[in-house]
């Protein structure tokens, strides 16, 4: 059977449907889930979605993190079941503290949408395993606040642990410290990245299919666990 990975629809998700296409091109069982229910329906893995969970009031994710799904996400992400957090949902895991920093507004004042060239700088998460360190790819970015920012001392730690999952190439298009697109935790099954892989794994519509490892990647991780 195929692996089950889970995308959550919040009030206000713009890009649940893409997510869950992009797992079912991976290969895996995609499943919808809901914001309301704390079911996550014996999934594998969750993805959390971009978009404008709750219509962004209070903060970007602040109103998400405190959903009844999230509950389970949160139990289940700290007993090891892989996590991807796109754009708004790397927003609700900032605000869940599955990851430390946040996300602000863009240091240009506004909405940028671009594809975005980025370089891989760990493979060494349940999301990444598919590519090589130091690849370079180009993935669709699209954001207000996308400002990734936190203490020296943690962006120090990120540097030092191998934990900046992918950095931004050709200039900094939103202010992020260090040109950081994404990051991981520790164990390297939560990950949170700015720009939109499910955006770019049909060439019909996107600039390659550079997004299509970070979901095939799940399914070698949770292939490697059987």
Same mark, same amino acid.
């Given at each position: =059977?195929?692996?089950?990975?889970? %995308?959550?629809?919040?009030?206000?998700?713009?890009?649940?449907?893409?997510?869950?296409?992009?797992?079912?091109?991976? #290969?895996?069982?995609?499943?919808?889930? +809901?914001?309301?229910?704390?079911?996550? @329906?014996?999934?594998?893995?969750?993805?959390?979605?971009?978009?404008?969970?709750?219509?962004?009031?209070?903060?970007?994710?602040?109103?998400?993190?405190?959903?009844?799904? =999230?509950?389970?996400?949160?139990?289940?992400?700290?007993?090891?079941?892989? %996590?991807?957090?796109? !754009?708004?949902?790397? @927003?609700?895991? !900032?605000?869940?503290?599955?990851?430390? #920093?946040?996300?602000? $507004?863009?240091?240009?004042?506004?909405?940028? !949408?671009?594809?975005?060239?980025?370089?891989?700088?760990?493979?060494?998460?349940? +999301?990444?395993?598919?590519?090589?360190? #130091? @690849?370079?790819?180009?993935?669709?970015?699209?954001?207000?606040?996308?400002?990734?920012?936190?203490?020296?001392?943690?962006?120090? $730690?990120?540097? #030092?642990?191998?934990?900046?999952?992918?950095?931004?190439?050709?200039?900094?298009?939103?202010?992020?410290?260090?040109?950081?697109?994404?990051?991981?935790?520790?164990?390297?099954?939560?990950?949170?990245? =700015?720009?939109?892989?499910?955006?770019? %794994?049909?060439?019909?519509?996107?600039?390659?299919?550079?997004?299509?490892?970070?979901?095939?990647?799940?399914?070698?991780?949770?292939?490697?666990?059987?």
């Amino acid at each position: =059977m195929a692996p089950k990975v889970g %995308v959550v629809t919040f009030p206000g998700s713009l890009d649940d449907h893409d997510a869950l296409r992009a797992v079912r091109l991976a #290969g895996a069982e995609p499943v919808p889930l +809901w914001h309301a229910s704390d079911d996550l @329906q014996g999934v594998d893995a969750v993805i959390l979605p971009g978009g404008f969970s709750y219509g962004d009031y209070l903060r970007c994710g602040a109103i998400s993190r405190f959903s009844p799904v =999230m509950g389970s996400v949160i139990t289940a992400a700290d007993a090891g079941m892989p %996590v991807l957090g796109i !754009c708004n949902g790397f @927003q609700i895991l !900032c605000e869940a503290h599955l990851l430390p #920093g946040a996300l602000i $507004r863009n240091d240009v004042r506004t909405f940028v !949408c671009v594809d975005q060239r980025l370089r891989v700088e760990s493979t060494a998460t349940a +999301w990444t395993g598919d590519y090589t360190a #130091g @690849q370079e790819i180009t993935i669709v970015l699209k954001n207000g606040e996308g400002g990734f920012v936190a203490d020296e001392d943690t962006l120090d $730690r990120l540097e #030092g642990e191998g934990r900046v999952v992918a950095r931004y190439l050709g200039g900094n298009p939103n202010g992020s410290f260090r040109d950081i697109a994404g990051i991981a935790n520790e164990r390297g099954n939560v990950v949170g990245l =700015m720009p939109h892989p499910e955006h770019n %794994v049909d060439p019909l519509t996107g600039p390659g299919t550079d997004g299509t490892p970070f979901f095939s990647s799940v399914l070698s991780f949770l292939s490697a666990r059987v």
